[in-house]
């Protein structure tokens, strides 16, 4: 019922047993860690936890709440339930070990060391070093010294932040997430000191959709690889960025977003599709930091394509004899210019005139948005082009030895 209530020592759920409360607002049990230090309440399977806050006390050394613990025997088991549930005051407020199917809707983590600790193990023959299926809805994260921390020993599927606040946890960063895919945050607010990583990720598979990030140090991809998707992800200082160091491989596609200009995309694969970083915005841009050129003019291969963008246009037109002639004039690209490329090619690929020089050049507006190309014939004679498959290639680099 309503009240408060003092506990010191641990209690189990077994298989279907549920404990509930009259609100997190109403009932309140506090946590003696004077001279325990263990795990207050562990649930095994189809086991419920509602209505109610858990309040470490006298230090920070217990663990509200672990879903399963090997030395009781449960074995790799799920369907665990906590819904309007409050942690504070704990080493781990939340700990999940070996589980699948955990749903953790409503509620406030705040003041732990660690606010929700995902680090299943693999140490005796009911541990499997993994979880799957944990979702967290409409939780506030805030100033623990670690927010989430996930680093479980196998690859862990399906793990979903959403609509939740994580704001203040001052440690050296925000979230730590390992091995984890897919991992998704959706409609998630993130607030934090300018220079703690809101997100630090190594070896996920990650989708971001329509977060926002307010002075925070934005997202670090990890020396593990990454895959990074992102769709309306919203920053709104330098620091809200994305920071991917190349030192794995590192897959990042963002969409209609918009990054701190702090943001350092030195990684194998970038696409950017309506965003903004800082104030540049990229309509449609590619980087492969895997593609070379060889064979430059001292005979070492010194030359990186860093950049690529393949434009195709069907094009019709009569070029005179001796005279050039606009293909395409004032071409909207994706900041082509702007992002120094240094060498475009175009090209008729259903049509063989050996007469035909194609040229591309920045647009007439002198706008870095905006390309041309024109088509100069060099014979006798006039040229005509009829539905004729125009390619533009650009990009740029280091070396550029073409």
């Given at each position: 019922?309503?009240?408060?209530?003092?506990?010191?020592?641990?209690?189990?759920?077994?298989?279907?047993?549920?404990?509930?409360?009259?609100?997190?607002?109403?009932?309140?049990?506090?946590?003696?860690?004077?001279?325990?230090?263990?795990?207050?309440?562990?649930?095994?399977?189809?086991?419920?936890?509602?209505?109610?806050?858990?309040?470490?006390?006298?230090?920070?050394?217990?663990?509200?709440?672990?879903?399963?613990?090997?030395?009781?025997?449960?074995?790799?088991?799920?369907?665990?339930?906590?819904?309007?549930?409050?942690?504070?005051?704990?080493?781990?407020?939340?700990?999940?070990?070996?589980?699948?199917?955990?749903?953790?809707?409503?509620g406030l983590i705040e003041n732990n060391i660690r606010g929700i600790s995902?680090?299943?193990?693999?140490?005796?023959?009911?541990?499997?070093?993994?979880?799957?299926?944990?979702?967290?809805?409409?939780?506030?994260?805030?100033?623990?010294?670690?927010?989430?921390?996930?680093?479980?020993?196998?690859?862990?599927?399906?793990?979903?932040?959403?609509?939740?606040?994580?704001?203040?946890?001052?440690?050296?960063?925000?979230?730590?997430?390992?091995?984890?895919?897919?991992?998704?945050?959706?409609?998630?607010?993130?607030?934090?000191?300018?220079?703690?990583?809101?997100?630090?990720?190594?070896?996920?598979?990650?989708?971001?959709?329509?977060?926002?990030?307010?002075?925070?140090?934005?997202?670090?991809?990890?020396?593990?690889?990454?895959?990074?998707?992102?769709?309306?992800f919203y920053g709104t200082s330098t620091t809200d960025s994305i920071n991917?160091?190349?030192?794995?491989?590192?897959?990042?596609?963002?969409?209609?977003?918009?990054?701190?200009?702090?943001?350092?995309?030195?990684?194998?694969?970038?696409?950017?599709?309506?965003?903004?970083?800082?104030?540049?915005?990229?309509?449609?841009?590619?980087?492969?930091?895997?593609?070379?050129?060889?064979?430059?003019?001292?005979?070492?291969?010194?030359?990186?394509?860093?950049?690529?963008?393949?434009?195709?246009?069907?094009?019709?037109?009569?070029?005179?004899?001796?005279?050039?002639?606009?293909?395409?004039?004032?071409?909207?690209?994706?900041?082509?210019?702007?992002?120094?490329?240094?060498?475009?090619?175009?090209?008729i690929s259903n049509a063989y005139n050996p007469g035909l020089i194609l040229?591309?050049?920045?647009?007439?507006?002198?706008?870095?948005?905006?390309?041309?190309?024109?088509?100069?014939?060099?014979?006798?004679?006039?040229?005509?082009?009829?539905?004729?498959?125009?390619?533009?290639?650009?990009?740029?680099?280091?070396?550029?030895?073409?």
């Amino acid at each position: 019922p309503e009240g408060t209530f003092l506990i010191n020592g641990a209690l189990q759920l077994q298989d279907g047993q549920e404990v509930f409360g009259a609100g997190s607002k109403q009932t309140f049990i506090n946590c003696d860690q004077t001279s325990f230090s263990g795990i207050f309440f562990s649930m095994g399977g189809h086991t419920s936890i509602s209505a109610l806050a858990l309040i470490g006390i006298n230090g920070t050394s217990g663990t509200g709440i672990k879903c399963w613990d090997s030395a009781n025997q449960y074995g790799f088991t799920g369907y665990i339930t906590l819904n309007d549930i409050n942690l504070s005051g704990f080493f781990h407020g939340l700990f999940v070990n070996n589980i699948f199917l955990l749903d953790y809707q409503i509620g406030l983590i705040e003041n732990n060391i660690r606010g929700i600790s995902i680090n299943p193990a693999y140490s005796v023959s009911e541990d499997s070093g993994y979880v799957t299926t944990l979702t967290f809805y409409k939780l506030d994260i805030i100033s623990n010294e670690y927010g989430i921390d996930a680093n479980p020993t196998i690859v862990s599927k399906n793990i979903m932040f959403r609509d939740c606040a994580i704001e203040l946890n001052s440690v050296d960063r925000q979230a730590y997430l390992q091995n984890c895919d897919p991992l998704t945050f959706d409609n998630c607010y993130l607030e934090e000191s300018s220079t703690i990583p809101a997100l630090l990720l190594v070896s996920c598979n990650t989708f971001i959709q329509q977060c926002y990030f307010n002075g925070t140090g934005g997202i670090n991809l990890g020396s593990g690889s990454n895959n990074l998707r992102a769709n309306e992800f919203y920053g709104t200082s330098t620091t809200d960025s994305i920071n991917g160091t190349g030192t794995s491989i590192q897959d990042v596609h963002i969409y209609n977003s918009q990054l701190g200009s702090n943001t350092v995309l030195n990684i194998q694969k970038v696409h950017l599709y309506y965003t903004r970083i800082g104030a540049t915005l990229y309509r449609n841009l590619y980087k492969n930091l895997g593609l070379t050129l060889t064979g430059d003019n001292v005979g070492v291969n010194t030359t990186v394509i860093t950049e690529g963008i393949a434009y195709t246009k069907t094009v019709s037109a009569t070029i005179n004899a001796n005279t050039s002639t606009a293909l395409i004039t004032d071409q909207g690209a994706s900041n082509i210019w702007a992002n120094n490329f240094t060498t475009a090619i175009a090209s008729i690929s259903n049509a063989y005139n050996p007469g035909l020089i194609l040229t591309v050049t920045p647009a007439t507006t002198a706008s870095t948005d905006f390309f041309c190309v024109i088509a100069t014939n060099t014979t006798a004679s006039n040229i005509t082009l009829t539905n004729a498959a125009l390619k533009v290639l650009f990009f740029g680099g280091t070396g550029m030895a073409i």
